[in-house]
């Protein structure tokens, strides 16, 4: 049977800009269209301008408690860091989703908090990407031999 390694793995997790420069480059669009093109009273537009720079608001502090480092320990437990340096022990969950574009880790935290994680393959650097699919893909197989 394989034998997952004992060695820690440290992925430092890159911010994803594009997805900041989009939501910054809608959200500008559509307070403009609002502004300028709909036909609707002052105080209609004023709210619903307010509306979207609450949704950019609550999307800048989602993307802002991303991950920025997850470290494995052990082959369940892991430990994330914020980007604010505060750190989260958390348990590897069994469902974990591995292809060539994608990685989607589910996790536990001790307060039965479920954390998902999706790391897309330019959020890490090319090797980092690769071997955490490689890992990942023997823990499948390894609990698959298990049951």
Same mark, same amino acid.
């Not at 500008?28 to 949704?55: N, R």
């Not at 469902?95 to 393959?121: C, M």
């Given at each position: 049977?394989?034998?997952?390694?004992?060695?820690?793995?440290?992925?430092? +997790?890159?911010?994803? %800009?594009?997805?900041?420069?989009?939501?910054? &480059? #809608?959200?500008?669009?559509?307070?403009?269209? @609002?502004?300028?093109?709909?036909?609707?009273?002052?105080?209609?537009?004023?709210?619903?301008?307010?509306?979207?720079?609450?949704?950019?608001?609550?999307?800048?502090?989602?993307?802002?408690?991303?991950?920025?480092?997850?470290?494995?320990?052990?082959?369940?437990?892991? +430990?994330?860091?914020? %980007?604010?340096?505060?750190?989260?022990?958390? &348990? #590897?969950?069994?469902?974990?989703?591995?292809? @060539?574009?994608?990685?989607?880790?589910?996790?536990?935290?001790?307060?039965?908090?479920?954390?998902?994680?999706?790391?897309?393959?330019?959020?890490?650097?090319?090797?980092?990407?690769?071997?955490?699919?490689?890992?990942?893909?023997?823990?499948?197989?390894?609990?698959?031999?298990?049951?």
């Amino acid at each position: 049977m394989l034998q997952p390694s004992d060695k820690h793995f440290r992925f430092k +997790v890159s911010a994803v %800009r594009t997805y900041q420069a989009w939501i910054l &480059v #809608l959200m500008a669009c559509t307070v403009l269209l @609002v502004m300028f093109y709909v036909a609707l009273t002052s105080t209609l537009k004023l709210m619903i301008i307010s509306g979207l720079f609450t949704i950019l608001y609550w999307e800048w502090q989602k993307l802002s408690r991303m991950p920025g480092v997850i470290i494995k320990q052990s082959d369940i437990d892991w +430990v994330i860091k914020d %980007r604010h340096g505060n750190n989260t022990s958390v &348990v #590897l969950a069994g469902n974990i989703y591995v292809s @060539v574009w994608l990685v989607v880790l589910h996790f536990k935290t001790p307060g039965d908090k479920n954390i998902s994680l999706v790391i897309l393959p330019y959020m890490l650097d090319r090797n980092n990407f690769r071997q955490l699919s490689a890992y990942l893909r023997m823990m499948n197989l390894i609990m698959l031999t298990d049951e």
